[in-house]
Nanobody
Framework: QVQLVESGGGLVQAGGSLRLSCAAS????????MGWFRQAPGKERAFVAA????????YYADSVKGRFTISRDNARNTVNLQMNSLKPEDTAVYYC?????????????????WGQGTQVTVSS
């Protein structure tokens, strides 16, 4: 089992940047594929980015491609989401998720573990 804790959210102006981090407990973090999702008010939770167990493969939603970068540090049990050129429509609660599998996982229903979320607000 793994516990996930997100951090790094906040309020930023459009065009700015934020870096989200997700710290995972446990000694088998490198066995998990990781993902970031977001949920805006009144909307369903949506896929943002995913990374495989080693960090060698990543995948992004079209809406964030070229602006967001997902990365992981298996030695420190963390996965990060660097968000640049932020837009007001990026405003949401951001969640990290984990599944004990090596390859990338995109579907939110396929993830087994979730963090509590961190709020990102982008002002225009």
């Amino acid at each position: 089992q793994v516990q996930l804790v997100e951090s790094g959210g906040g309020l930023v102006q459009a065009g700015g940047s934020l870096r989200l981090s997700c710290a995972a407990s446990g000694r088998t973090f490198s066995s998990y594929a990781m993902g970031w999702f977001r949920q805006a008010p009144g909307k369903e939770r949506a896929f943002v980015a995913a990374i495989n167990w080693s960090g060698s493969s990543t995948y992004y939603a079209d809406s964030v491609k070229g602006r967001f970068t997902i990365s992981r540090d298996n030695a420190r049990n963390t996965v990060n989401l660097q968000m640049n050129s932020l837009k007001p429509e990026d405003t949401a609660v951001y969640y990290c998720a984990a599944r004990r599998i090596q390859h990338i996982v995109v579907g939110k229903d396929l993830y087994d573990y979730w963090g509590q979320g961190t709020q990102v607000t982008v002002s225009s």
